[in-house]
T-cell receptor, first 113, second 113 residues
């Protein structure tokens, strides 16, 4: 069974640009989650999508947004990039019911120059 | 509040030593509890989980027991190997928390031959 896949592996941008990160969930999983892992800040919840809808959002500014497609894949968009957006962005997927475990991809390393 | 607290690292052990990584949580309701492991340059892998009080999760020689009375979920392994060197994250979820996982700060384990 294929795991959660993320692309690209690395992304280098400059301040003010826009970044798009992509995620394909495990087959059969309808929920997709995005987390930011920044140095010294730990893992912070960004967004949760299920059945194409945004279900919950973490404490991040509106320039962090995303969507989920009919095939349950997802993309995360970050506009007006700032230096502090440099981080590893992790996508996870799970079944929808209850407290199902989340399964993570290997992440996209976003570097802002 | 709703948080997860792990013992600080780094933890350095010799091969075949006994491992304990402490984790305590605060929560309203009855969260599910998880341990994830992150190897260098990779995403998070689910190591084990427990969904209710007194449940014991186990995998690859690692164990953790959901202790409601002490709100703890300590990770243990009887004999560590060099290949266990990684960062370990304790996490909790609750269906009422909008799907997100709340992570501890992570504990880096280094096992020396």
């Amino acid at each position: 069974e294929a795991g959660v896949t993320q692309s690209p592996t690395h992304l280098i941008k400059t301040r003010g640009q826009q970044a798009t990160l992509r995620c394909s969930p495990i087959s059969g999983h309808t929920s997709v989650y995005w987390y930011q892992q920044a140095l010294g800040l730990g893992l912070q919840f960004l967004l949760w999508y299920d059945e194409g809808e945004e279900r919950n959002r973490g404490n991040f500014p509106p320039r962090f947004s995303g969507r989920q497609f009919p095939n349950y894949s997802s993309e995360l968009n970050v506009n007006a990039l700032e230096l502090e957006d440099s981080a590893l962005y992790l996508c996870a997927s799970s079944l929808r019911q209850g407290n199902q475990p989340q399964h993570f991809g290997d992440g996209t390393r976003l570097s802002i120059l | 509040g709703n948080s997860v607290t792990q013992m600080e690292g780094p933890v350095t052990l010799s091969e075949e030593a006994f491992l304990t990584i402490n984790c305590t949580y605060t929560a309203t309701g009855y969260p599910s509890l998880f341990w994830y492991v992150q190897y260098p340059g990779e995403g998070l892998q689910l190591l084990l989980k427990a969904t209710k009080a007194d449940d014991k999760g186990s995998n690859k020689g690692f164990e953790a027991t959901y202790r409601k009375e002490t709100t703890s979920f300590h990770l243990e392994k009887g004999s560590v190997q060099v290949s266990d060197s990684a960062v370990y994250f304790c996490a909790r979820s609750s269906y009422n928390q909008g799907g997100k996982l709340i992570f501890g700060q992570g504990t880096e384990l280094s096992v020396k031959p």
